[in-house]
T-cell receptor, first 114, second 114 residues
Framework: SQKIEQNSEALNIQEGKTATLTCNYT??????LQWYRQDPGRGPVFLLL?????KEKRKERLKVTFDTTLKQSLFHITASQPADSATYLC?????????????FGKGTMLLVSP | KAGVTQTPRYLIKTRGQQVTLSCSPI?????VSWYQQTPGQGLQFLFE???????NKGNFPGRFSGRQFSNSRSEMNVSTLELGDSALYLC?????????????FGEGSRLTVL
């Protein structure tokens, strides 16, 4: 079965720096890879989606890369702010058997200090 | 446009009891998925419904069941509760076809089993 690993449980950085979060997967490549943000006690909120034939996607201060050779996605937040502090989840869309079910990583908790 | 609504937000049950959780998807969304989130396992897929039919199921025991109604509202039920069922149960809706893959999550139902 597909396994997803996010590089660390927690990441501490200073305000203004670029945060880089890693998502690695095993086995076959997904059709899509998505990133979500989750605040404590809340449901995840969709941030970005990247398709298997795309190398990079940007949205404001966010950038996602997708390397199907390395089986890895990198999620960058540039000019990070304390308000970016949250848990970030990587999710794969396997398109298995015609269905679309997301498989989530356990997340990386990002803490941005002033 | 109203988001995904889950009820109840919090509940406490004792071992052996059963529980029913409710989810109202975004208007127009006919597909609903359920996920269980625990600190140790992260987000785990439970089931996915489309037009009142379960079209995918995760690796959970038969004590976990669900259904979807003609208005796309969904319920999940857990019978004979165990301590390990304590978790945040998240419902997500998405547009038919799922070409974009984005899930819209509710705030979740926090279940505590004593």
């Amino acid at each position: 079965s597909q396994k997803i690993e996010q590089n660390s449980e927690a990441l501490n950085i200073q305000e203004g720096k670029t945060a880089t979060l890693t998502c690695n997967y095993t086995n076959y490549s997904p059709a899509y890879l998505q990133w979500y943000r989750q605040d404590p006690g809340r449901g995840p909120v969709f941030l970005l989606l990247i398709r298997e034939n795309e190398k990079e996607k940007r949205k404001e201060r966010l950038k996602v890369t997708f390397d199907t050779t390395l089986k890895q996605s990198l999620f960058h937040i540039t000019a990070s702010q304390p308000a970016d502090s949250a848990t970030y989840l990587c999710a794969l869309d396997m398109r298995d058997s015609g269905y679309s079910t997301l498989t989530f990583g356990k997340g990386t908790m990002l803490l941005v200090s002033p | 446009k109203a988001g995904v609504t889950q009820t109840p937000r919090y509940l406490i049950k004792t071992r052996g009891q059963q529980v029913t959780l409710s989810c109202s998807p975004i208007s127009g969304h006919r597909s609903v998925s359920w996920y269980q989130q625990t600190p140790g396992q992260g987000l785990q897929f439970l089931f996915e419904y489309f037009s009142e039919t379960q079209r995918n199921k995760g690796n959970f025991p038969g004590r976990f069941s669900g259904r979807q109604f003609s208005n796309s509202r969904s319920e999940m039920n857990v019978s004979t509760l165990e301590l390990g069922d304590s978790a945040l149960y998240l419902c997500a809706s998405f547009s038919t076809g799922r070409n974009t893959g984005e899930l819209f999550f509710g705030e979740g139902s926090r279940l505590t089993v004593l």
